[in-house]
């Protein structure tokens, strides 16, 4: 099973900041099957990025993920009040598919 | 785009078994390649993938699960199912179904149901 770490566990910034969210994997992940979510309190999570580095349909382009391996990173290039949420990373290309403990991003 | 809708019981006793639902609207479970997946988040934590079925029957569960999970397809009301066994408080947790297009084999998670609460108490 891969364990995935994400780092920080809590981001305190203001919103015109920039955000850097890290996930780190116990081992290499297949061919850069890393995804992004985002979940805000009382909704389901939503994809922002799929293949490490592809945002999904509707995502601002503010949001970009890169990365290959072990390391990955999901980058909110100016923060917009609505973007404050936990993170979530996943990878889905071995099983069983598993998920980061999550980043929460919170306004200092 | 394909919208899902979980259903379930809500409220269960130590042992007994859960039975949950996701009813997909806006297109077929039968068509195309894709894998429907169950995920659960207990409350205040992360998030845990259960199992997922593909269109055409093949199941990959979590080990952890494994011996208790039981997941389907339902073509004729085009909605898929998960059975737990033997369930307990530590199963309790929101519980998303959610589906992924199918490429090279693989498929993240979009777009998600709602979410339905189950709570395991005596």
């Known amino acids: 099973e891969i364990v995935l770490t994400q780092s920080p566990g809590t981001l305190s910034l203001s919103p015109g900041e920039r955000a850097t969210l890290s996930c780190r994997a116990s081992?290499?992940?297949?061919?850069?099957?890393l995804a992004w979510y985002q979940q805000k309190p009382g909704q389901a999570p939503r994809l922002l990025i799929y293949?490490?580095?592809n945002r999904a349909t509707g995502i601002p382009d503010r949001f970009g993920g890169s990365g290959s391996g072990t390391d990955f990173t999901l980058t909110i290039s100016r923060l917009e009040p609505e973007d404050f949420a936990v993170y979530y990373c996943?990878?889905?290309?071995?099983?069983?598919?598993?998920f980061g403990q999550g980043t929460r991003l919170e306004i200092k | 785009q394909v919208q899902l809708q979980e259903s379930g019981p809500g409220l269960l006793k130590p042992s007994q078994t859960l039975s949950l639902t996701c009813t997909v609207s806006g297109g077929s479970i039968s068509s195309g390649s894709f894998y429907w997946s169950w995920v659960r988040q207990p409350a205040g934590k992360g998030l845990e993938w259960i199992g997922r079925?593909?269109?055409?029957?093949?199941?990959n569960y979590n080990p952890a699960l494994k011996s208790r999970l039981t997941m389907s397809l339902d073509t004729s009301k085009n909605h898929f199912s998960l059975i737990l066994t033997s369930v307990t408080a530590a199963d309790t947790a929101m519980y998303y179904c959610t589906t992924g297009m199918v490429i090279d084999g693989v498929a993240s998670f979009d777009p998600w149901g709602q979410g339905t609460l189950v709570t395991v108490s005596s």
């Open positions: 079925i593909h269109t055409s029957g093949t199941l």
């Open positions: 996943q990878q889905y290309g071995s099983s069983p598919i598993t």
């Open positions: 081992q290499s992940v297949r061919s850069t099957y």
């Open positions: 293949g490490a580095s």
